[in-house]
């Protein structure tokens, strides 16, 4: 699958967490985009390595 036939979505973020996504995209020279992407696989990736994780157990989403 190439990267133009990826689906889209757009995201709504505190701007301070877009000022840290900029920031580390560009330190890393990566753009935007792939920053995003990159942080979403690292998390998949260690959630599934973690023993004893619920697949049920509450984040910060869910917080009241």
Known sequence: MQVR?????RVRMPSHLLEQL????Q???RSLN???VMILEKHFSA???APGLSPNRPDASHAE
Do not use: L
């Open 5 to 9: 036939d990826w689906p889209q979505f």
């Open 22 to 25: 900029k920031s580390d995209a």
């Open 27 to 29: 330190d890393g020279y």
């Open 34 to 36: 792939s920053e995003v």
């Open 47 to 49: 959630k599934e390595k």
